[in-house]
Every structure is written in structure tokens, then in C-alpha cells.
């Protein structure tokens, strides 16, 4: 007859181990930077753009109206206040004006009568129109955006990558592939989704993902380790059956 081993560890009347001071201040300390480090990093992003369009919208308002100005002439100039936001006020208000003027015939002329002239010229050519298409891509209103998330075999078979559909392939690109239906999908890198591969993929082999753009985003973004339509986001939801 044997008897069991009774340790430090296994023995029934010693219970485990509690943890020490430090691993506790480190857990709260990881857990508090989780909760900390978005916040704080949004503010500061949301503070250096804020002083970055302060910077360039502020000298061209006239030194009388300028914050800085208007504070001391209300208070005194010993009085040192650094206001931020006042020129994103302004970017914001002349920026709606503009809209408004280009959107009325004289606005729309004025427009085209500036285009004709940067057409003139070889390399501000090239530069105006680049910024035109991204921005016209980007702000556009009425373009189709990526709408849903699928997966598709890339960079070879038996390997699979997670996409996003923006539009049918037209034009010359869907004449010259064999395949009657192509979806232009946009691949993006990881952790960085803004960089990726324009893939044109016949429809047959795009499978398309009941989770939202956003929800693929954030599975791209986090590397796979946050996975969307579960209600414990690190753990991966269960297939059907």
C-alpha cells in the first residue's frame, strides 16, 4: 500500500498559492493601461491636429482678432490662456463656404476656369490631379464603399486572406479577364489595413463573411486576435454545424 504524496503543492491541506504583492500591481497596472492608453492617445492625436490646423489656418486672420489677442485685451496682458480650436472654427466655417460657393454656377466656373490653367502646367498638373482623385475617393458622397467582408485564397491556394468588396470589375479590365462576373477586392496588410493589394477575383471564388466591414477591420487590425460576433471577442465563434 502507497500513499499519496503530500507537497507544498499537492499536499489537501495546503491551498494554492496566493499571489504576491507585485504580480497584483502589475495585473492592475496592465489592466489600468488598457484602459488608460486609448484615451490618452486619442486626446493627444485629437490635440496635435487641432494645434496643427491652429498653425496653419491662424496666420491669416488678422493680429486684432487673433485668440491670443482677444484674451489679453479681456483680461489683461499678463494673462497667458493657450486656446487650441479656434482655427479649426474658422477651417470648418470657410471650408462649408467654399462648399456652398462650388456648388452654384459661378462657383462651378470659377472651378473650371482654375482647372484649365493648373492643366498648363506639366508638374502641377500631375500633383492637383492626384490630390483630386484621392480626395474625391475619399470624400466622395455618392461612390460605392467597401460594403461587405469576404475570403479569398492569397498569395496561393490553400492560404486564405481577409478582403473587402468594393465594386464589380468594367471596363477594358473585365473584357480582357476569361472569367463573365470579376469583384475588384481590396486586400489589406496587417496591422496597418490603409496599405494593401487591389485584386480583381472571379465571384466564384470570393466567399463572402456575415461579419461587418468594421468587425473585419478590427480582426485585421488586431493580427487575429480579436474576433467579432462572439460575446468574449478573443475567442473565435463556434462554426455551424
Avoid at 8 to 16: D, W
Avoid at 95 to 101: A, E, H, L, S
Avoid at 191 to 208: A, H, K, M, Q
Wanted: hydrophobic residues 45%; charged residues 20%.
Amino acid at each position: 500500500m502507497t500513499s499519496e504524496p503530500t507537497g507544498p503543492e499537492t499536499g489537501p491541506h495546503h491551498p494554492p498559492r496566493r499571489r504576491g504583492v507585485i504580480a497584483r500591481l502589475r495585473a492592475n497596472f496592465l489592466t489600468g493601461l488598457v484602459v488608460v492608453a486609448p484615451v490618452g492617445l486619442t486626446l493627444w492625436l485629437i490635440w496635435t491636429v487641432t494645434g496643427w490646423i491652429d498653425g496653419w489656418v491662424l496666420p491669416f486672420v488678422p493680429a486684432a482678432y487673433q485668440p491670443d489677442r482677444l484674451i489679453k485685451d479681456l483680461f489683461g496682458d499678463d494673462t497667458a490662456i493657450n486656446v487650441r480650436g479656434v482655427g479649426v472654427v474658422v477651417f470648418l466655417i470657410f471650408t462649408v463656404f467654399v462648399g456652398w460657393i462650388a456648388k452654384g454656377l459661378i462657383g462651378r466656373s470659377l472651378i473650371a476656369w482654375g482647372e484649365s490653367i493648373v492643366d498648363r502646367m506639366p508638374v502641377i498638373r500631375s500633383i492637383y490631379n492626384g490630390v483630386k482623385q484621392v480626395a474625391e475617393t475619399v470624400f466622395s458622397q455618392t461612390e460605392a464603399k467597401f460594403d461587405k467582408a469576404c475570403l479569398i485564397q492569397y498569395p496561393r491556394p490553400g492560404v486564405w486572406g481577409v478582403g473587402f468588396v468594393s465594386t464589380p470589375a468594367k471596363g477594358e479590365i473585365l473584357a480582357r479577364l476569361p472569367a463573365d462576373e470579376v469583384l475588384t477586392v481590396f486586400l489589406p496588410t496587417t496591422p496597418n489595413p490603409t496599405s494593401g493589394f487591389l485584386l480583381y477575383v472571379p465571384r466564384e471564388d470570393v466567399i463572402f463573411l456575415d461579419m461587418s466591414v468594421e468587425d473585419a477591420a478590427k480582426l485585421i487590425i488586431s493580427a487575429g486576435l480579436v474576433y467579432p460576433n462572439t460575446p468574449r471577442p478573443t475567442e473565435p465563434s463556434a462554426l455551424p454545424k
